[in-house]
């Protein structure tokens, strides 16, 4: 039995309706009390990794060079793997902390894998309430019983794949996804259909990452001249080889029509030192940047950063390679519960990342994926976000909240809803300009529903009259 470094402990989550109205006893905050000074600006400067007995005799040179973050990235992936892993968990926060992850890693549907600056970011005296464990490392005792229309592939992207790796949902802008793995997984993927190894749960559909499957992904955006927008995603694009960063970022830009490329990679969020430690992946994004601006055309960068804790000086120094060369870069954060759904919480990331030149872009509403009901909020939550954030900064870096409406209705603004009823949590939301005449529903998760109205959502005919008195709302 190793002894952990630091005493943990474990904090049980509020009780769950408490916790989803929280907000609606009216503020009785005193104005911007949740803004604390200039903390936004402030960098913990210096050795932050060092606290962790595993990195506390590395040098910056040693910890952040891209060597040291791959060889020593941690991961489920084969089971010596997993038994270092649980290794490292029951060093920093003990052997029950461990058995608990082994227990959420046997029914999770994402692998587990995460960087050492990530791990150095977690809070390992506090691990049941990080919220940075909470993103990447699962627990048995924190799982919640899944709503019954939970899907893997909730926005139906397979549906919308007119060839394999590439989805053309709106009229003018198509999402490439040139291969499937990422520097670290997250647990709320979006795309845990295909991300990432198989896991117990759920054998991945297979993306195809050769320079022939992304022809074909090319002569279908050379042959619709409507489109002018490509996102280049995955898996993350990080993990795209420099050469190939820059072959797929060139024969985008030789297509007359195609105007913006937008570059989504997590890796500012989860090993930022690479962009000063192995330049060749941002030389190459530069030289298409480059480019694309000689063509009067645009490329930006996409991060994912959903808390304030993942931003270091690490980031703040990464993001100059950008800054000094006019690429925007902006960020899209997923609402998830005990992470970033408190005001205090989402104002800080928010003014952070205004700090370091970031524009925070969209705040996405958690999609409809199976496994990580726990990390799941309301729509109400997410409105009442919204209605107290605003403000807060200037309005062009003030996210917008938005609802990727599941079954492929694209991003719908959150109080752009047709319907919501806040008992059964059922929202209804249309996409005049992509799917016209649909209807594309959302549900909140069972935790936040009154015991009554869980217990109709788990018997067929209690689901169905649900859905005939949400429909009967909106064609009476
Ligand atoms: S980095 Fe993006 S694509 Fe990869 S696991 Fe996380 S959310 Fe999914």
Redesign the pocket.
């Known amino acids: 039995m190793v002894t952990p470094f630091l005493k943990v402990r474990e904090e049980e989550p509020p009780s769950r309706l408490a916790y989803e109205n929280r907000f609606t006893s009216g503020s009785q905050t005193p104005p911007l009390a949740h803004l604390d000074g200039n903390a936004h600006r402030s960098f913990e400067e210096g050795a932050f990794w060092q606290i962790l007995p595993s990195y506390e005799k590395l040098s910056a040179d040693e910890f952040l060079s891209y060597r040291f973050q791959i060889k020593n990235t941690l991961s489920n992936s084969t089971p010596i793997a997993t038994q270092k892993l649980l290794a490292f968990v029951s060093e920093h926060a003990g052997e029950t902390f461990a058995q608990d992850v082994a227990a959420g890693l046997r029914q999770a549907p ?1 692998t587990v894998q995460i960087t050492p600056y990530t791990l150095s970011r977690m809070d390992w005296g506090n691990p049941y309430t990080c919220p940075i464990r909470t993103q990447f490392l699962p627990l048995g005792s924190r799982l919640h019983v899944d709503h019954p229309m939970l899907t893997l592939d909730s926005l139906g992207e397979k549906a919308d794949s007119p060839v394999p790796g590439l989805v053309h949902r709106y009229y003018d802008r198509v999402l490439f996804l040139p291969q499937s793995t ?5 647990r ?5 259909y295909a ?2 190894q198989d896991t117990q749960q759920v054998v991945k559909y297979k993306l195809e990452a050769t320079p022939a499957a992304w022809k074909k992904a090319f002569e279908y955006i050379a042959s619709h001249p409507t489109v002018e927008d490509v996102v280049l ?4 694009f990080y993990n795209v080889a420099p050469p190939h960063v820059q072959y797929i970022g060139e024969a985008l830009l030789n297509i007359e029509h195609v105007k913006r490329i937008r570059i ?3 890796g500012l969020a ?1 090993n930022p030192s690479r962009i000063m430690y192995d330049p060749a992946w941002t030389q190459a994004v530069l030289n298409v940047a480059n480019q694309a601006r000689s063509r009067f055309k645009q490329v930006f960068i996409h991060t ?1 950063i959903n808390s304030p804790q993942e931003i270091t000086w690490v980031t703040r120094d990464a993001l100059r390679a950008f800054a000094e060369n006019g690429v925007v870069v902006r960020n899209q954060s ?1 609402l998830l519960r005990g992470v970033n759904d408190t005001l205090e919480k989402m104002s800080l990331l928010v003014k952070r990342l205004s700090a370091i030149s970031i524009q925070p872009y969209y705040v996405y509403q958690h999609d409809l994926v199976q496994g990580v009901e726990d990390l799941r909020t309301s729509l109400a939550t997410t409105l009442q976000l919204e209605k107290e954030l605003r403000g807060i900064t200037a309005g062009f870096n003030t996210p917008t909240f938005v609802v990727d409406a599941p079954g492929g209705g694209g991003k719908r603004v959150a109080w752009s809803y047709d319907y919501y009823d806040r008992t059964t949590g059922i929202s209804i939301f249309s996409a005049p300009s992509v799917k016209p005449g649909k209807h594309f529903f959302y549900f909140d998760p069972l935790h936040t529903l009154e015991p009554e109205i869980q217990a109709k959502w788990l018997d067929p005919d209690g689901q169905s009259a649900m859905y005939a008195q949400a429909l009967a709302h909106l064609h009476p």
């Open positions: 994402m990422c520097p670290v997984y997250c709320f993927c979006t795309r845990s991300i990432g995603s995955g898996g993350d989504a990679t997590k989860v994912h997923v």
